[in-house]
């Protein structure tokens, strides 16, 4: 089974963004496929001349995945992935490495033998496969009540595939931001939203909610294979009494529901804690659905990455990865 997180063109929509280059690492055993898609990054401080890079996988999840592999082999081509893996970040001067693994498959597991796994937050989605009713099985009966007491009151949906432009949704989406102040890692530009209607326009699923025929949210819906992502969505606040986001939600599963999705993904919160409020908040619409998301932080090269640390002026053992990011370049010493 395959994802819109293992697309190279999904990758590539982040290049800006991360300041590198999306790269595939496709590996070929007797007994079995592994691809790996990741951003290659060029690190701003050169040792002795010499440019280095780092990677990461693009915003949301990815990490290493076995294409084709029997479970009995699964072991030995792992291993000899690794072993190649590194080879590669060797000639490649790849210093660092930060991996997030796919909650939905088991990509942390079966890397787990060159990875060391830190567990991030739980996620949880809205179970359309297991269930008649997900609405009635899966949402809180609170926010059942909400969206049947919306729809009463005149709340309207409609639901549009492969949209011809984004330019609405931009608006609600960057109002939201604002008056969230969102970090900037959440501003996606015009040129990102241009390059992912134009990569992946069918796969897009927009789901308006509309309040006496004005549009008072839009959530930008991933559609591939069986799995819907919640991408990201923006609502008008004068209209939050309406419960739009519960509408939104409710919509979303009318339509998978009608497209044979099994799963529609609604990500975690924020932090690890248990009483993160943006878990709490998705997860009253996947009561019985959970899923465990798994990061790495490697190191590839540890001579370089003290060096660059050192000339950073920064602690290596910092709680930011790679730590000699987390400094800003014109500390660099001379």
Same mark, same amino acid.
């Given at each position: ?43 701003? /401080?050169?040792? @002795? ?28 081509? /792992? ?101 969230? @102040? ?131 002026? /920064? ?12 400094? /800003? ?6």
């Amino acid at each position: 089974m395959n994802d819109i997180y293992f697309e190279p063109n999904y990758g590539r929509l982040y290049e800006q963004i991360e300041h590198g280059t999306c790269e595939v690492f496709d590996f070929e055993h007797l007994h079995g496929k592994i691809s790996y898609i990741f951003i290659k990054r060029p690190i701003p /401080v050169e040792i @002795n001349g010499e440019t280095y890079y780092d990677i990461t996988t693009p915003y949301g999840y990815g990490g290493p995945r076995l294409v084709e592999c029997e479970q009995k082999n699964k072991v030995e081509v /792992v291993q000899a992935f690794e072993q190649a893996f590194e080879r590669y970040c060797q000639e490649e001067n790849i210093v660092s490495e930060f991996v997030r693994f796919h909650p939905l498959f088991t990509n942390a597991q079966d890397f787990q033998s060159g990875y060391e796994l830190t567990f991030r937050r739980h996620t949880t989605g809205t179970n359309l496969k297991d269930f008649e009713n997900p609405v009635k099985s899966e949402f809180s009966k609170s926010k059942q009540k909400s969206i049947k007491k919306a729809l009463a009151a005149g709340v309207e949906f409609r639901v549009r595939e492969n949209p011809a432009d984004l330019e609405e949704f931009k608006y609600l989406y960057y109002s939201t931001m604002k008056r969230r @102040n969102a970090d900037s890692v959440y501003y996606f530009n015009d040129q990102y939203f241009d390059k992912l209607l134009e990569t992946f326009g069918p796969n897009i699923v927009l789901v308006e909610v509309l309040y006496e025929e004005k549009v008072i949210a839009i959530g930008l819906n991933l559609a591939y294979g069986k799995f819907v992502h919640i991408h990201l969505s923006g609502t008008l606040e004068e209209y939050h009494y309406l419960s739009s986001a519960f509408v939104m939600r409710y919509a979303l599963v009318m339509w998978g529901t009608e497209h044979a999705m099994e799963l529609i993904h609604e990500g975690g919160g924020v932090t690890g804690n248990a009483d993160d409020p943006l878990y709490l908040f998705k997860k009253q619409f996947g009561k019985n659905t959970e899923f465990d998301y798994y990061v790495s932080n490697k190191i590839q090269n540890s001579k370089i990455y003290d060096l660059l640390c050192e000339k950073m002026d /920064v602690d290596k053992e910092g709680f930011s990865f790679p730590a000699y990011r987390s400094a /800003v370049l014109v500390t660099a010493k001379k």
